[in-house]
């Protein structure tokens, strides 16, 4: 008789599909299959030496569990098939997620079905950070069946009044390793997937193809319009949210039927315009409402259920407590999601944002190391301090505030005679500082490499760092 | 990856909306060569399923011997499996990886959301047994026409 092995078995038999064996039975007939291919056994056979659950046995067209099974008489001319079981099906939540998912499964908006949905789908979340922290929380405990995390950064003492994601004991520990763990910990009936790298040209639409809707919670122009790009490219939901002091801003993105990030800003403002959370601060708790609603925003569009912000900007000001909305246009001529896209694939955007401009490299500066050197030597400096009168309380080096706004306007109080050097917190706002007034007509100034933090670090442990 | 034709492709994809709300299934025959899988035709089945048919499908056995040994006949081979997700994502469940015993074979998914067919999904199945088995997305290449 003939036994018929099916394609993925084949190269457990020496890659035939059918092997003749001459038996009474069966039983006889797979064990002579079995003795001349030994590797088929544990493949047709559990532990117990039963044929395997999902494995279906056919003499001729009848399966052998509804005749004598083993025992089955066989005959010359008969064919002996075996046929692994074909199934499957969209999602099934075990009585432990039934449990868990309770207060879901009993909304009319989610139900099992809608938990289902949520369980597969995929989202992908921009940073582990402010927004990330209670985003990545959230979507996990909500039961987000994969959530995808791309963070490159080690948790740092000034991230704990908002990244609710680490505590104490994580600083220094990589940001992924912790909130994979924590993650996890909340809910073990997830996938995780990390990617410890920086979202760029090269690799974000490989990363982006892999889910089903991304969250973006970046802190950079750059990577904004680089998430958006990807997101318009690869035809997935953006959920946008930005945070600033007291403010913040939220839309969706990158849908077919609305704007993305370049209708709204077909160009990035001018390199340092505008200031970073690091050098602007933020109240702690803005992440929190603005990552929480981008999660709101983010389970809404998984469900298919409500009004996505689609086409609308929502302005938050915590100050006030005020929530205003503005109508977003999608813009047909925009490059990337108009009508005729001009940018079909991804740029570069350290260069589309300024943020690598030659200027700013070529700035003259001095390293902490050089300068404590320059002082001790009592060589005449005249230090510039360009940040912001609350930073001047935490610490300083003595030198004279002018913050860098007010630079143009108050210029007329430095002597362009003099040596100056200029510093900020971390060296961003003093180097576009130097810039300024070299163009200004100050030929001698330069700027402190890694600002008062680097003085804090390595010439004078004893001064806070911020 | 797997390359099917325009007419094929689009038959079991309108397969899930003729079945819908309950998940349609059926086979992938054609030849397979390394990680290449070229379907030259479909066999649709029946949902053998009946105590939950929105959510879970299950091809008969009979019916399968029977369909691999009429593509035995032409020289043709099981490639692959298709179904619908009524209402769910193209993507995989864990039902469909713990449930999927064919490695090396393509299982197509195709989201039908409220009766209109949308995206389909191809996963390969990889791995030598149960414990290493694992889905991987895949390419779908669709043909125009190369055949009559």
Not at chain 2, 97 to 104: F, K, S, T
Request: glycine letters at 10%; hydrophobic letters at 35%.
């Amino acid at each position: 008789m003939k036994i018929f092995i099916p394609a993925p078995l084949r190269q457990f038999a020496g890659t035939r599909s059918a092997v003749e064996v001459s038996a009474k039975t069966v039983g006889e007939a797979l064990g002579m299959l079995v003795a001349e291919h030994p590797d088929l056994k544990r493949h047709l056979y559990a532990e117990d030496g039963k044929l395997r659950a999902f494995i279906n046995v056919y003499l001729n067209d009848e399966d052998i569990r509804y005749l004598d099974k083993d025992a089955t008489l066989v005959e010359e001319g008969d064919t002996l098939s075996i046929v692994p079981s074909i199934a499957g099906g969209t999602i099934a939540l075990s009585q432990d997620e039934i449990l868990r998912y309770s207060r879901h499964l009993v909304m009319p908006e989610v139900g099992l079905e809608g938990q289902g949905r949520l369980k597969s789908s995929r989202i992908l979340c921009v940073g582990a950070g402010g927004l990330g922290s209670p985003l990545a929380l959230y979507l996990a405990a909500a039961g987000v069946g994969t959530i995808g995390i791309v963070d490159f950064d080690v948790v740092d003492a000034t991230n704990l009044q908002r990244q609710v994601l680490y505590s104490t004991a994580d600083v220094g520990r990589k940001k992924l390793d912790s909130a994979v763990e924590r993650l996890r910990g909340l809910n073990p009936f997830l996938e995780i997937r990390p990617f410890e790298t920086r979202l760029s040209s090269e690799n974000a639409l490989d990363i982006v193809r892999q889910f089903d809707l991304v969250v973006d919670g970046t802190d950079n122009f750059a990577t904004r319009y680089l998430v958006n790009d990807a997101c318009v490219l690869c035809e997935k939901p953006n959920v946008y949210g930005s945070i600033f002091r007291f403010e913040g801003q939220l839309s969706v993105f990158a849908l077919r039927e609305g704007p993305c990030y370049r209708c709204l800003h077909p160009e990035p403002p001018p390199p340092g315009l505008v200031p970073s959370c690091a050098e602007g601060g933020v109240l702690g708790i803005l992440p929190g409402l603005v990552g929480v609603m981008q999660a709101t925003e983010a389970l809404k569009l998984a469900l298919g259920r409500g009004e996505p912000l689609v086409g609308r900007l929502l302005l938050i000001d915590a100050l006030q407590m005020r929530f205003r909305e503005l109508r977003l246009r999608k813009d047909p001529n925009c490059p990337v999601c108009g009508s005729h896209p001009t940018i079909r694939r991804l740029i570069d955007y350290e260069q589309f944002c300024g943020s690598r401009s030659e200027a700013a490299t070529r700035i003259p500066e001095v390293s902490v190391e050089e300068l404590k050197l320059e002082l001790d030597a009592g060589r005449d400096l005249y230090l510039l301090d360009v940040r912001e009168p609350q930073e001047y309380q935490i610490c300083n080096l003595g030198g004279h505030l002018i913050p860098v706004g007010e630079l143009p306007r108050r210029m007329h109080e430095l002597d362009p005679s003099r040596d100056i050097v200029a510093h900020c917190r971390s060296g961003g706002r003093s180097a576009r500082a130097v810039e300024f007034l070299r163009r200004s007509g100050f030929g001698k100034v330069r700027n402190l490499v890694g600002g008062i933090r680097a003085w804090a670090e390595r010439i004078d442990r004893g001064m806070p760092r911020y | 990856m797997v390359k099917i034709d325009e007419k094929e492709y689009e038959e079991l994809r309108r397969h899930g909306e003729e079945t819908y709300p309950h998940e349609s299934c059926g086979v992938l025959l054609g030849c397979g060569e390394g990680d290449e899988r070229v379907v030259v035709r479909i066999a649709r089945c029946e949902n053998v399923r009946v105590d939950s048919l929105r959510d879970r499908y299950r091809i008969d056995g009979r019916e399968l011997v029977r369909i691999a040994s009429a593509a035995r006949e032409r020289g043709e081979d099981i490639v692959g499996f298709y179904h619908s997700h009524p209402d769910h994502p193209a993507r995989w469940s864990q039902t469909d990886l713990a449930e999927a015993h064919w490695p090396g074979c393509s299982y197509l998914i195709t989201r039908i959301a409220s009766g209109r067919r949308e995206e389909t999904n191809s996963f390969v199945l990889e791995g030598t047994g149960e414990v290493d088995k694992r889905f991987r997305e895949e390419e779908i290449q669709v043909t125009h026409g190369n055949r009559s």
